[in-house]
């Protein structure tokens, strides 16, 4: 079993930044991927972000170039560093991390993008 803890989430106005937060309860060098997705009302759930053991990260085509993930090990953390937000970024955000075939989901925070 893995719980994660998301963090970070709030209310930001388009063009501002946030970082989100993912602390898990086990190394997460582990992982064979780690990121995040995202769920807006009446959408599916899309990939935001994930990073693999080795390092490598992947990004979601709506937000390349606009977000970063990156880890701590020493911390057990994921984050996710997010500028240029647009309203069309709302969203509630979840942390997963998968390892043999498993995913495990933190429960989510909320991310709001509104002037």
């Known amino acids: 079993q893995v719980q994660l803890v998301e963090s970070g989430g709030g209310l930001v106005e388009p063009g501002g930044s946030l970082r989100l937060s993912c602390a898990a309860s086990r190394s997460i060098f582990t992982a064979n991927r780690m990121g995040w997705y995202r769920q807006a009302p009446g959408k599916e759930r899309e990939l935001v972000a994930y990073?693999?053991?080795?390092?490598?990260?992947n990004y979601g085509d709506l937000v390349k170039g606009r977000f970063t993930i990156s880890r701590d090990n020493a911390k057990n953390t994921v984050y996710l560093r997010m500028n240029s937000l647009q309203p069309e970024d709302t969203a509630v955000y979840y942390c997963?991390?998968?390892?043999?075939?498993?995913?495990?989901w933190g429960q989510g925070t909320q991310v709001t993008v509104s002037s």
């Open positions: 997963y991390f998968r390892l043999l075939g498993v995913s495990y």
């Open positions: 990073i693999i053991s080795s390092g490598s990260t």
